[in-house]
T-cell receptor, first 113, second 113 residues
Framework: SAVISQKPSRDICQRGTSLTIQCQVD?????MFWYRQQPGQSLTLIATANQGSEATYESGFVIDKFPISRPNLTFSTLTVSNMSPEDSSIYLC??????????FGPGTRLTVT | QQQVKQSPQSLIVQKGGISIINCAYENTAFDYFPWYQQFPGKGPALLIAIRPDVSEKKEGRFTISFNKSAKQFSLHIMDSQPGDSATYFCAASTGGSARQLTFGSGTQLTVLP
């Protein structure tokens, strides 16, 4: 499986500010995915990030609110902009591993006050 | 058509019993069906996955049963242990594990000692 790390692991932020979440993978991957998991809920895809191209956003998510960077094949960032309490969630990145499977990072737990 | 419906929402099983969680889908283009286990404060961990060309896959105490005609798949946990207490998510995607996942709503499993 792929080894995925995320930073920060958790943060408490004030309304109106922005937070950038980092995702680092131990191997080169073409596609990285960003998901949101609201408290007690399932996972919802935010966007798909390919290296060298613009991220593809799912319905209900826009680039101005969740800008994504993908500078190389092992790293990506997701920024949560102009935060409100409704953005309080766990944010997860995932990648396809070297074998049959898609693997998730440990997540970033965000609380917006 | 992109939904994956999961049941039950919660499940309580005695130690040593069999835990069964069911999922149903509509999109016949789905070709990858993984199950994830998530402990509180952790990212989802890939348990087992199946492609639609097989009807069953077993890994240790975990078995996926797949019924293509009924568009249903299920997770069976044999000899359930208190350490299995977690939230379980089914998911599906088109294009194998390289594509974004559509998740079920999750099942909170409690295994009583």
């Amino acid at each position: 499986s792929a080894v995925i790390s995320q930073k920060p692991s958790r943060d408490i932020c004030q309304r109106g500010t922005s937070l950038t979440i980092q995702c680092q993978v131990d191997s080169q991957v073409t596609m990285m995915f960003w998901y949101r998991q609201q408290p007690g809920q399932s996972l919802t895809l935010i966007a798909t990030a390919n290296q060298g191209s613009e991220a593809t956003y799912e319905s209900g998510f826009v680039i101005d609110k969740f800008p994504i960077s993908r500078p190389n094949l092992t790293f990506s960032t997701l920024t949560v902009s102009n935060m409100s309490p409704e953005d309080s969630s766990i944010y997860l990145c995932s990648v396809r591993g070297p074998s049959f499977g898609q693997y998730f990072g440990p997540g970033t737990r965000l609380t917006v006050t | 058509q992109q939904q994956v419906k999961q049941s039950p929402q919660s499940l309580i099983v005695q130690k040593g019993g069999i835990s069964i969680i069911n999922c149903a889908y509509e999109n016949t283009a789905f070709d990858y069906f993984p199950w994830y286990q998530q402990f509180p404060g952790k990212g989802p961990a890939l348990l087992i996955a199946i492609r639609p060309d097989v009807s069953e896959k077993k890994e240790g105490r975990f078995t996926i049963s797949f019924n293509k005609s009924a568009k249903q798949f299920s997770l069976h946990i044999m000899d359930s242990q208190p350490g299995d207490s977690a939230t379980y998510f089914c998911a599906a995607s088109t294009g194998g594990s390289a594509r974004q996942l559509t998740f079920g709503s999750g099942t909170q499993l409690t295994v009583l000692p």
